[in-house]
């Protein structure tokens, strides 16, 4: 693809925005200033971020005392106030040119209203004319949270959106479904737009130990964000075309509004143990237990009772700590009626509960808007954080530190006589846990800048042009030594093992658009928005790794012997889009919503390089329909919503790790020995092209009581076809696969979002109760694949799960376990072909890794000052492959140690139990993987438990402090499930996996969490 010089097209599309600006200036005395206070008429308190409109244009937002200055053109105008949670307001005033006016505003508390206004695509929309399913969060719901990524703390806060833990290391990678995973190759994961401009969110970890990957939204400080909008449907997300089958997450961060100088304080610290430790074996019960299976098989006695199990270690405890997390921030905001600015900063830090891991992140931003004239703005958004990330191996890997400190036997010390760790020398079976966290090291730096300038020029109050361009710069450093202390690990053998990654990634896009809105004296109403966007991705990896060094202390590759392996490679990407959307409205009761976007991407082949996705959407308020008469009041407003859209999919990161390049035919290096050479790596397909997702919408949005209820619900029919899947060919070709667009997947489900003011209070004193509620309900299915032949995947090349038609992505695909024999104590296991062997060919779909359904439930309960909120998050019906189970629940065959419940093992004839006998030798079958290692993932967990205080003012002896509040907050205090490994909520293969899911493999604890803080304002 022929790239337009980047500069030159900035240059360009800025300066279109700049004409006019000067004259305009001229102008600027022509306006009037409406100033004045906008509380909660109850308790009296201000209402921060409340949007000020005056004839359906945006004017600014309220601070956190609750004030606003605006200019506005002179005559008679409405003034509208509105904030999530309120009712909103309005008042009529004629102004004069030059003159000032206070119009102060009392807001009454709902739910939530048809009024709230939502960030869409391009643009805000009222939530009274939104057509499509759409979800919103406040930001205050995902501030102060003990972890790293603000996507972490989406987890049960929105209906159709699924978070997966996936494991509980500081800074770990995320897993975010929006209504159920639709791709089997490609990225599954949303598209993030930060401000208007879309950032980077794939993991650019090369050194990673199994499933610790990296996620891509860390680097945002939840506590400067405003709010944040998911874009559900195809309608509401057809906008960003070939980037949108998986949703939309919109993230607006905070601005600034005219005032003195403001500024907010928040800080907390808190500590962090596990939620729970596994039930293993003590030293007595393990030698009883290993000595029964050898005596079972005939052998003799492998320990010696009264010596091996003199002294007894448990190794959780040894690698598990008490650990401190804090955060720290502070905002600056406030300006002029023209200047007004919002500057952040902030730190988080985070202990990991396991020995040698640890997260901390440093982060700023300034946005600054600028109103030039009354027709010409520019808003500015600048960030900047970096992190720092301590891995630690484990999650899918055979020797990690919580992988070694399960299976380690509880016969085996920490140390050695001498005080050094103890290893060989002491019979260790496995390399030492607390050695390999204290010896080894994995630190990574991430450095990340986000930036945008937009500018918008106003020909006339109706049409608007805007102009933007915005960049996306991440560089990734990492180190990691595995040291030659270590006994009974590789690095030993090499004499120490040091590899080093470095990763860069370059995302800019250059965005223009018109926008039309026009409201006329019938009520009706028109919005047009049309434009082009282009993006330019760049990213570069280099590797190298080197063994065989001098000494312990030396950890950086130039000091090894021998480079054994490097590499170095950069990939590249452009995307060029045209777009349009209108919004009609009459009366706010017949509403219409259309789409288009055109995409044309490098990634795919020349047959097939642009595309177009088209959405239309249409809503009726059938409750203000006149034949509705009385009883159309009576059942509060009602609108349904129907949509049907189309939306892409080009996100090139999956398990299988499609290329940008994976259309080509390429070439790539075959040397021999010292002499150079090439050889083709790839075979061609130019008719590659994305994968496009057809999806229908149906829902209601129903407000009754007054507004004090809320009700929205959607059902959803999505079906992705032309999946990118690498499928076989003739070996003639001399491949044996190429990347084709073969198979289809389909999601169809439920959500329902509820929120409720169960009791709403007389007075600033009284007693207030307010509750939100959300369940989900996704069924997955592969409806087709290469000739309908199913493939595998799985953990450590054992291919428990499966992408088969007619199944949900991931179905488990193992032996099915029939019970224990009373009389032989064997393992029986399901002949489904009937041809007297137990072998691959009897295996059998064995449950989904994917919910029935999930969601949360919160409660807030207010009086005189005091606040108490709690939080439930409940998943049902996912199944959870506990593949720690294999070595731990073996029957004796491996050295490592036990579950407790292998304990109930079959000891004598007719004894009725479901755990085969102790088997020294593995002839028991108990270490053969089937369901019997298949678990119940439900859960329901109390996710967070907050009291606070608000001071009153006249109690804070410091300063002119206001709206100052003290808080204790408890995180994951329970897990209410049936699963016997640490956390349902996981898999160890990571975020990036698409296939293997539900599956935990040694995964790293998530933490209960106990904190307290303290916010203020003056």
Do not use: C
């Amino acid at each position: 693809m022929r790239r337009f010089p980047f500069t030159r097209a900035a240059i360009l599309l800025l300066g279109l925005t700049l004409l006019g600006a000067g004259p305009a200036v001229a102008r600027a005395q022509q306006t009037a200033i409406v100033r004045g206070t906008v509380t909660d008429s109850v308790s009296g308190q201000p209402v921060n971020g409340a949007q000020i409109t005056v004839a359906g244009q945006a004017r600014g937002t309220t601070n956190d005392r609750g004030t606003y200055t605006a200019n506005v053109p002179p005559g008679t105008v409405t003034v509208r106030v509105q904030r999530i949670g309120f009712a909103p307001g309005e008042r009529q005033v004629t102004l004069t040119a030059g003159d000032t006016t206070t119009v102060n505003f009392a807001l009454h508390s709902v739910a939530v209203t048809l009024a709230q206004v939502l960030v869409v695509g391009y643009g805000t929309e009222n939530r009274a004319r939104v057509t499509g399913a759409v979800s919103t969060v406040n930001g205050s719901d995902v501030a102060n949270q003990p972890v790293a990524g603000l996507d972490a703390a989406l987890q049960g806060k929105a209906p159709g959106v699924q978070v997966i833990q996936n494991s509980g290391d500081p800074g770990n990678g995320i897993t975010i479904r929006v209504r159920g995973a639709a791709s089997i190759s490609a990225t599954n994961q949303p598209l993030y737009v930060v401000d208007g401009v879309p950032v980077q969110s794939s993991d650019f970890s090369q050194l990673g130990p199994n499933g610790q990957g990296l996620t891509g939204v860390t680097g945002l400080d939840p506590s400067e964000i405003e709010s944040i909008t998911i874009l559900k449907d195809a309608a509401s997300a057809a906008i960003y075309g070939s980037r949108a089958s998986n949703g939309v997450v919109l993230i607006t961060t905070k601005r600034g509004s005219a005032g003195n100088a403001h500024f907010s304080f928040d800080a907390n610290t808190g500590w962090q143990q596990p939620e729970r430790y596994l039930s293993l074996m003590n030293a007595k019960q393990y030698v009883a237990f290993m000595n029964q299976g050898a005596e079972n098989d005939g052998e003799s006695d492998p320990f010696t009772p009264g010596v091996d199990d003199a002294t007894s270690t448990d190794w959780q405890k040894a690698i598990f700590r008490t650990a401190p997390v804090g955060n720290l921030h502070l905002g600056l905001s406030g300006g002029t009626d023209r200047l007004t600015y919002y500057l952040g900063g902030s730190y988080f830090g985070q202990t990991g509960i396991v020995l040698g891991s640890s997260y901390s992140r440093a982060s700023g931003r300034a946005n600054i808007d600028f109103e030039a004239s009354p027709k010409f703005s520019v808003k500015t958004s600048l960030a900047y954080s970096r992190e720092d990330d301590h891995r630690i191996p484990g999650d899918n890997s055979l020797t990690g530190v919580v992988t070694n400190a399960i299976g380690e036997a509880s016969i085996y010390p920490v140390r050695a006589p001498n005080g050094t760790f103890a290893g060989n020398d002491q019979n260790l079976y496995y390399a030492n846990p607390v050695a390999i966290a204290d010896l080894n090291n994995l630190p990574t730096t991430t450095d990340r800048f986000l930036g945008n300038v937009e500018g918008t020029y106003h020909f006339v109050p109706s049409l608007s042009f805007t102009g933007r361009v915005g960049t996306d710069v991440l560089t990734m450093n990492e180190l990691e030594w595995d040291s030659p202390l270590v006994d009974g690990t590789y690095a030993a053998q090499a004499r120490g093992v040091a590899k080093s990654g470095y990763s860069t990634g370059s995302q800019y896009v250059l965005e223009g658009f018109l926008t039309y809105d026009h409201e006329n004296a019938d009520a009706a109403s028109l919005n047009i928005v049309g434009g082009g966007s282009v993006q330019y991705n760049t990213d570069q990896l280099n590797f190298v790794r080197a063994e065989g060094f001098s000494s312990d202390q030396f950890h950086y590759v130039r000091n090894g012997t021998v480079i054994t392996s490097f590499d170095g490679l950069p990939f590249n990407n452009n995307l060029v889009s045209a777009f349009a959307r209108a919004n009609y409205s009459w009366k706010d009761r017949y509403l219409l919503t259309a789409s288009v976007r055109t995409d044309g991407s490098s990634r795919f082949g020349p047959n097939n390089r642009y595309a177009v996705f088209p959405a239309i959407a249409g809503g009726w308020v059938i409750s203000d329909e006149p034949f509705m008469g009385d009883f159309g009041r009576k059942l509060g407003t009602l609108k349904l919503r129907a949509s049907y859209g189309v939306t892409g999919n080009q996100g090139l990161t999956g398990d299988q790790e499609i290329s940008d390049f994976a259309y080509l035919g390429l070439y790539g290096t075959s040397n021999y020995g010292e002499n150079p050479g090439i050889a083709p790596t790839n075979f061609a397909n130019p008719n590659l092209k994305w994968e496009s997702t057809h999806e229908f919408d149906g829902g209601i949005d129903w407000y009754p009581f007054g507004g004090r209820l809320t009700v929205i619900a959607d059902y959803y029919h999505r079906l992705t076809s032309n999946l990118l899947v690498n499928r076989p060919i003739p070996a003639t070709t001399g491949f044996a696969t190429y990347w084709d667009n073969i198979g289809n997947v389909l999601n169809r489900g439920f959500e329902l979002g509820l929120s409720s003011v169960n009791v709403r209070a007389s007075d600033k004193n009284g007693f207030s109760w307010n509750t939100d509620f959300n369940i989900s309900f996704n069924h997955n299915e592969v409806t087709a694949l290469f000739q309908n032949q199913p493939f595998g995947d799985g953990d450590n090349f054992r291919p428990i799960s499966r992408v088969a038609v007619g199944q949900p992505i991931g179905e488990f695909y193992v032996l099915h376990f029939k019970g224990v024999n009373p009389q032989t104590g064997d393992a029986e296991y399901a002949d489904v072909n009937g041809d007297g062997e137990i072998t691959s060919d009897d295996r059998i779909d064995a449950g989904s890794p994917q919910p029935k359904f999930f969601g949360g439930l919160r409660n807030t309960v207010s009086w005189k000052g005091l606040s108490l909120g709690t939080f439930l998050e409940f998943s049902y019906g996912a199944k959870v492959f506990n593949l720690m189970r294999i070595f731990a629940d073996d029957g004796g065959y491996n050295y490592d140690n036990k579950f407790t419940y292998a304990l109930n093992a079959w000891t004598h004839p007719g004894q009725i139990t479901n755990e085969p006998r102790a088997s020294f030798d593995g002839t028991s079958g108990a270490r053969e993987i089937s369901d019997r290692f298949i678990e119940d993932g439900s859960y329901l967990r109390i996710s967070e438990i907050t009291l606070s205080w608000r001071i009153p003012d006249h109690l804070v002896p410091v300063g002119n402090l206001q709206n100052t509040t003290l808080y204790v907050s408890g995180h994951n205090l329970h897990n209410f499930t049936k699963y016997t490994g640490y956390d349902p909520d996981v898999n160890s293969n990571g975020s990036t996996s698409n296939i293997a899911l539900g599956t935990d493999y040694y995964a790293y604890p998530r933490a209960r969490t106990i904190s307290i803080g303290v916010s203020t304002n003056w």
